[in-house]
């Protein structure tokens, strides 16, 4: 699992961890995003799989003082590879702080 890393711009970024499970008759993936707000998360669908990115705010006021700070902030990417010319993306949702995105088996 990889927290941070770069875009090509050189803007600091973290990957969310994500999982893929697989039925006889779908593609389900789960992209683990607590405490991120749908209306930042983008997903691009590509020949050879899904990007996921967007932003996780920084709670916190200016006038608090920091303790500690485990949890990562700021702009996210994840690229999870998938052979999309078998998959049709059927639904996508933010439940219980995770992205779910179904894609449905073709071919």
């Known amino acids: 699992m990889q927290f941070s890393r770069c875009y090509a711009d050189n803007q600091p970024c973290w990957e969310p961890p ?17 405490g991120v707000s749908a209306a930042t998360i983008s997903v691009v669908f590509q020949p050879d799989g899904v990007t996921v990115s967007g932003l996780r705010r920084f709670p916190a006021a200016q006038s608090m003082r920091i303790h500690r700070i485990e949890i990562p ?6 690229h999870i ?15 219980d702080g995770c992205l779910v995105l179904r894609f449905r088996k073709v071919g």
Not at 18 to 34: F, G
Not at 81 to 95: D, G
């Open 18 to 34: 994500a999982d893929a499970v697989e039925t006889e008759s779908e593609v389900i993936l789960y992209v683990a995003l607590p």
């Open 73 to 78: 902030y700021g702009k996210f990417e994840r």
């Open 81 to 95: 590879p998938l052979a999309m010319l078998f998959l049709e993306p059927v639904t996508q949702e933010l439940e």
